[in-house]
């Protein structure tokens, strides 16, 4: 059985939390009218979208690394952790799905960006996959959609850093507060703010 995937991250830019992947595998028949880059839905969009891709999908999976891994590895290696992750967790998915045919899958992927993860099939990378691919765009929306609840958590934890609104991202009042009273837990060691 041929499949074609599509990776794409959220959370490369941000001063706090972590990065998160994910991949995803639609049907040929899979609505692609609803689909765009998650950056171009609003919040209420992707939230509608969301539970129709993880349905729909043949298979999907998310994948992080977390803000000390990105510390550790740095962020462009941390993302391809991720992305390795969102891989691995959708492989699971889709020999559940299909067990008489799991040694038998022949597996293409598209990924948002210039880097490859290390993963066990062939992919290409491309700039703006995000905007082109319908499994891009929907593991974009996913990827974003996960993120943007673990960092909505985060802020009941730490609620003085704003998470809910800025969602760790590099705005000026995310840089004041880190400046006021330190980094959060969560805060991005190796990241200026």
Do not use: W
């Amino acid at each position: 059985m041929q499949f074609l995937f599509g990776i794409d991250e959220a959370g490369r830019g941000p001063l706090a939390g972590p990065v998160y992947a994910a991949c995803c595998i639609l049907p040929e028949d899979f609505p692609v009218e609803l689909l765009n880059d998650s950056k171009d839905l609003s919040s209420k969009k992707r939230n509608k979208i969301e539970p129709i891709i993880k349905e729909k999908a043949i298979a999907f999976g998310i994948g992080f690394a977390t803000h000390t891994e990105i510390d550790k590895i740095n962020i462009l290696q941390a993302t391809l952790l991720s992305m390795k992750r969102a891989f691995e967790n959708m492989l699971v998915m889709l020999k559940e799905k299909y067990p008489e045919k799991a040694e038998n899958l022949k597996l293409s992927g598209i990924v948002d960006g210039t880097f490859i993860p290390d993963i066990s099939a062939q992919c290409k990378a491309e700039p703006k996959a995000d905007g082109k691919y319908p499994c891009v765009m929907a593991a974009s929306i996913l990827a974003k959609n996960e993120r943007d609840r673990v960092m909505i958590e985060y802020a009941k934890l730490y609620p003085e850093y704003g998470y809910e609104r800025h969602k760790g991202y590099p705005t000026l009042a995310h840089k004041e507060k880190c400046r006021q009273i330190g980094p959060s837990p969560i805060q991005r060691l190796s990241f200026k703010y």
